[in-house]
């Protein structure tokens, strides 16, 4: 696809992303299947990335099938009746596009020309259903945290807010790693310079550093706890907004539609 725009108009950044997107992957998987198709011609394309295997290119008629297709959210200019056909000059606006029957630990890309505009979605990040299994498990250390606290149970109420901590920051290394550092202190610091970057509140950086610190006296009993009561409960309760916070992140995209808007574009 090419598009003239005024010199005065910036060029739009789901431009270079379509762009890229034939270049990287459309283009060379027609010409490995031989096939005729210029960029025109191409009116629907999902690429799909496993996190284990290679990139798979489906296009036009390859999303007709049962097995992995294109769903999309619309706006109809007139009522429908369930179960009507519906063509392009019914719909007003693409709100969503994503592919159904694919891995869901994979990222994707995918657009559609529809009524002569392209919609482009995409989600890069893969192994969401790894995530979202770690967080179920953080979730119940967090439910153990708040039981060992209510009892008077320092030492667990720490030894389970730091697993439940180090679980929802593992869940969110899985979005862009297929194997995570396994060492504790490589964690650590990841997630320190992840929340330096702006990807996770202020506030949560420190937590997990803070929780390790105690584990040699929470969970083998080297001394003294130096956290209070006070303070337990407090990071206790920060670790709750941790795991909440891995939740949005690594949820897979059906439960962030409601949410999402920035990876989705219209071209054209």
């Not at 706006?75 to 592919?99: K, N, Y």
């Not at 529809?114 to 498990?137: E, K, M, P, W, Y």
């Not at 083998?220 to 990071?235: H, K, N, V």
Request: charged residues 25%; hydrophobic residues 40%.
């Amino acid at each position: 696809m090419e598009q003239i725009l005024p010199e005065d108009v910036e060029r739009p950044w789901s431009v270079d992303v379509l762009d890229q997107s034939f270049r990287l992957w459309i283009e060379p998987a027609i010409a490995t299947r031989g096939l005729d198709l210029t960029r025109d011609q191409v009116r629907a394309a999902a690429v799909i990335m496993p996190p284990d295997g290679p990139i798979k290119v489906l296009l036009n008629d390859d999303l007709l099938s049962d097995d992995v297709h294109l769903v999309a959210s619309a706006v109809a200019q007139r009522p429908l009746e369930a179960g009507e056909s519906v063509t392009a000059a019914d719909l007003v606006d693409i709100r969503h596009l994503e592919p159904v029957g694919i891995d869901p630990n994979a990222g994707w890309l995918a657009f559609a020309n529809i009524g002569g505009v392209i919609t482009l979605a995409f989600d890069f990040c893969r192994n969401r259903q790894t995530a979202s299994g770690l967080l179920t498990r953080a979730g119940e250390f967090l439910g153990s945290a708040r039981h060992a606290l209510d009892q008077g149970y320092l030492g667990p109420a720490v030894e389970n807010g730091f697993a439940a901590a180090e679980l929802a920051v593992k869940a969110q290394m899985y979005l862009i790693w297929d194997d995570p550092p396994r060492d504790h202190r490589r964690r650590l610091t990841w997630w320190k310079e992840w929340v330096e970057l702006g990807n996770a509140p202020s506030n949560l950086g420190p937590l997990v550093g803070r929780l390790w610190s105690e584990r040699p006296r929470s969970r083998y009993g080297d001394g003294e706890l130096t956290m209070t009561p006070a303070q337990i409960s407090d990071a206790i309760n920060d670790v709750a907004q941790l795991v909440e916070h891995s939740g949005r992140r690594c949820s897979p995209a059906k439960e962030r539609r409601a949410e999402e808007e920035t990876n989705h574009t219209r071209v054209g």
